[in-house]
């Protein structure tokens, strides 16, 4: 596989076309972005870290029957997707009250919450991702009614076997984000990444912060937590 010209930079990757239409190369970045780009830093090793969380994260999705994006690792900071057409919403699982939504809601940071919750927000840079209700969606004509529906079910699917999944390695799953795309037969299926950019995970002994909220909130050192991740899932360590 050749990698070809630049498609689209964003705030964390980079997406090549290849000599192959059906996939596209990611490039995981070194700079961290946090509050809608208004907090800007380059980490080295980050790249790394969430490009090695990702992998190891899709392909136990995989042995699970959750299909993603995708293929294989090619190099510490490189991986090869199947080119998906994005849709356009931010898909947000919440099992304990934490970040936006103890602040909209008022609700004390670390409450569980009685099941888990899911949130549609419009990726939109501009209008700085706002919260969607499905009316919305559908009025923007962002997905169908029908899709929107399997979305929650995959997204809870995924919550039930990542919560598992951390819980065994010590970790509380608090939220996370995922992204879906369409394959070229119209299939939706998981997209993007899943890293500690875009989960919050706390050690389940300390509730030690080992996600992008040490950078959100300098907390400590970032790639120090997400090697610990990366160690606790079975993956290269650079320590
Ligand atoms: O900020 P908020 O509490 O809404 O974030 C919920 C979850 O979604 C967190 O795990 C956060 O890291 C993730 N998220 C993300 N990308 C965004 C917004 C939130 O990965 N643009």
């Known amino acids: 596989m050749e990698k070809r010209a630049l498609l689209y930079e964003g705030k964390a990757k980079r997406v090549y076309e ?10 995981y970045k070194d700079s961290a972005t946090a509050f809608n780009g208004e907090k800007k830093a380059q980490i080295t090793g980050k790249g790394r870290l969430n490009n ?8 136990k999705l ?3 029957g959750i299909a993603s994006h995708f293929v294989k690792k090619l190099s510490e900071t490189e991986q090869l997707v199947k080119k998906v057409k994005i849709i356009p919403l931010e898909v947000v699982v919440r099992n304990v009250a934490a970040g936006s939504f103890s602040k909209r809601l ?3 940071e670390g409450k569980p919450l009685t099941r888990p919750i899911v949130e549609f927000y419009y990726k939109d840079d ?10 919305h969606i559908e009025e923007l004509q962002l997905a169908r009614k029908e899709e929107v529906a399997a979305l929650k079910y995959k997204a809870l699917h995924v919550n039930k076997v990542l919560s598992h999944l951390f819980l065994e390695l ?11 795309g369409k394959d070229a037969e119209g299939n939706i299926v998981l997209a993007d990444e899943i890293s500690p950019d875009t989960c919050r995970l706390w ?3 300390t509730s030690e912060r080992l996600d992008k909220d040490v950078f959100r909130r300098d907390l400590g050192n970032l790639t120090e937590a997400y090697e610990k991740i ?6 290269p360590s650079h320590v």
């Open 18 to 27: 290849t000599d192959d239409a059906q996939f596209v190369w990611i490039e």
């Open 126 to 135: 501009d209008l700085g991702d706002p919260l969607l209700i499905e009316d």
């Open 170 to 180: 010590g970790i509380r799953l608090i939220d996370f984000k995922l992204e879906f």
């Open 106 to 108: 008022g609700i004390e």
């Open 62 to 64: 995989e042995r699970e």
């Open 52 to 59: 090695e969380i990702t992998s190891l994260i899709f392909s």
């Open 230 to 235: 990366l160690a606790r899932l079975g993956g």
């Open 203 to 205: 050690d389940a002994n």
